[in-house]
């Protein structure tokens, strides 16, 4: 669908019930803004979140042709320039970038973290529609450095955390839970022509990519599986101390992030490799370990 063509634009109006953000559910990248969010950070988390959920369902669901979805994303992408250089939002995604365009000026949010998400959006689309692949792990890194990483950075310019270490440290969660997405998704994606696992990483265990295409379950496969969501673990490791840098809440919120995403690397470890045939699952009985493992990191 092209983006609709509307009236000329108008000075942005002053911010009102229009300008907050819908609530935060899900998306699988974003720390959800919850009770442990601080009060004053729900409302530029939960437009930036919006933001990234609504370029995400454009990418991703419903039955629209790869062509459609990357003419979305780039109306999408050219609303995000407008609205960054003060113009009024446009009808079509006002719910969006009404309140996103408030907390980029209250904020001073980067707009390039935003539009990062938006270039790895599309490229999403593409390699899927090609059924392309990833020829290592540098290349699927630099994938999740547009992503996810952003992710955390924009957390962090609202915490008002901008030293070098904490920004290695956040780009690490969030590249980890991006991977872990992957390895989680593995039985979810591969039908869809979605390959995250790298070519290097088929040659090095043997797996022919014809056979992990079709789900073909072996000794090799759950040796490549393994080693994934090894390689995520400590990824995920590495960037962990960045909980004791955040205050109050919000550390509290990043170490059930991480704990959480260790969660289901546990249980991708588990299956031993089983995860290439069905979804492991975070359940309630998830909880208690993981407020347990938080309280103590």
Not at 132 to 137: E, F, G, L, M, S
Not at 210 to 216: G, M, N, P
Request: glycine share 6%; charged share 20%; proline share 7%.
């Amino acid at each position: 669908m092209k983006h609709p063509e509307s009236p000329g634009r108008q000075a942005p109006q002053p911010a009102s019930a229009a300008a907050v953000a819908a609530p935060v559910t899900h998306y699988e990248n974003f720390p959800v803004a919850s009770l442990l969010c601080p009060p004053q950070l729900r409302q530029p988390i939960a437009a930036i979140y919006a933001f990234a959920r609504t370029a995400d369902d454009l990418a991703d669901e419903g039955e629209a042709t790869a062509s459609a979805r990357l003419a979305d994303l780039a109306a999408y992408r050219a609303e995000l320039a407008a609205v960054a250089a003060g113009a009024a939002p446009q009808p079509r995604w006002a719910a969006v970038f009404g309140p996103l365009q408030v907390q980029l000026q209250r904020h001073g949010l980067p707009t390039h973290l935003l539009d990062d998400l938006l270039d790895a959006f599309m490229q999403d689309v593409a390699m899927t529609q090609g059924g392309a692949t990833y020829p290592d792990r540098a290349a699927l890194l630099q994938y999740c450095r547009r992503s996810a990483n952003p992710v955390g950075r924009l957390l962090l310019h609202l915490y008002q955390v901008h030293d070098d270490l904490a920004l290695r440290q956040s780009d690490a969660i969030c590249s980890a839970l991006q991977l872990i997405n992957f390895w989680q998704d593995l039985s979810v994606d591969l039908p869809r022509a979605r390959h995250y696992v790298t070519d290097a990483d088929c040659a090095a265990f043997g797996v022919a990519r014809t056979d992990l295409a079709a789900q073909r379950r072996s000794a090799a496969s759950d040796r490549l599986v393994l080693d994934c969501a090894a390689w995520a673990r400590a990824l995920m490791l590495q960037g962990s101390p960045l909980v004791h840098r955040l205050p109050g809440r919000a550390g509290w919120e990043l170490r059930l992030v991480v704990q959480g995403g260790l969660r289901i690397l546990d249980k991708v470890q588990a299956l031993g490799g089983a995860s290439l045939l069905r979804r492991p699952r975070i359940t309630p009985w998830d909880g208690p370990r993981m407020l347990w493992r938080a309280a103590v990191m």
